[in-house]
């Protein structure tokens, strides 16, 4: 008797093996793939050399275990920065700009860096500029330190056992168990802070944002010059990046 999955088309089952590879906490190995999409196991392995192929599927170094590969993250990013309601997008962080007068940015993980996936300039004429598509690091920015933290454990420690830690300011986080420390701090507390990190002189406040499932896949922050917005006066602004961020939730759960 035909099992389900042999009337499924081929294309949809490759769908459903980057699906489950996005979806996993850590990189899975060809049996616990089979095991999770109950398909025959030499089907398995030559459609996941066929994406690996196409670098949609990429496999550990010295590892039997397979990964989203960079074709697939960039594609997961443009479908982020180029989204029907892009538009809608910015026009909430443009509204949360408005009300607390600094710059603003729609930021979420991409390898080792973050990724800038929207931005609102304030209209100072003191202030840093980087456009969509720009990357910052992981452990020296407030954005990066939260989707680091906010990680399921086993990634998040493979993840900084990869990170340079290169030092950026007087500041900056350079010792792993410091790190670690900072880290659990910001999964307690729920944002996470750039205190002159990773540019000297500018301050940063992040939270996250949530999918239905309370995943935590990206952030939404605000920074600006200390001579403007020391850290305490930015952690004021904690309320109204929590609404924001809600919004921009709301947006990809419709």
């Not at 290169?166 to 670690?180: F, G, K, M, Q, V």
Request: proline share 7%.
């Amino acid at each position: 008797m035909p099992r389900k999955e042999d009337n499924v088309p081929a294309t949809l089952r490759a769908i459903g093996v980057l699906e489950a590879l996005v979806a996993a906490e850590r990189p899975p190995s060809l049996a616990e793939l089979t095991a999770t999409l109950r398909l025959p196991k030499p089907t398995l392995y030559r459609m996941l050399a066929m994406l690996e192929g196409a670098s949609l599927v990429a496999r550990e170094p010295g590892a039997r275990r397979y990964a989203p590969g960079p074709r697939l993250a960039a594609l997961g990013r443009a479908s982020m920065l180029n989204g029907g309601v892009r538009a809608e997008r910015h026009a909430i962080l443009a509204r949360l700009v408005d009300a607390i007068g600094e710059t603003c940015n729609f930021t979420m993980l991409d390898g080792d860096a973050v990724v800038y996936l929207d931005r609102v300039e304030a209209a100072w004429p003191l202030r840093m500029t980087l456009s969509s598509g720009s990357r910052v690091p992981l452990h020296c920015t407030a954005s990066g330190k939260l989707l680091l933290a906010m990680l399921p454990n086993a990634a998040r420690v493979r993840l900084i056992a990869h990170l340079a830690l290169s030092r950026y300011t007087d500041t900056t986080i350079t010792e792993p168990r410091r790190l670690a420390e900072e880290l659990a701090r910001i999964r307690a507390q729920k944002y996470a802070t750039d205190n002159e990190e990773f540019h000297a002189g500018l301050a940063c406040v992040a939270v996250p944002i949530a999918d239905a499932r309370r995943r935590v896949w990206a952030a939404v922050a605000v920074h600006a010059p200390v001579s403007r917005m020391p850290l305490a006066k930015a952690l004021e602004h904690l309320p109204g990046l929590r609404k924001a961020a809600d919004s921009l939730a709301e947006t990809f759960q419709r």
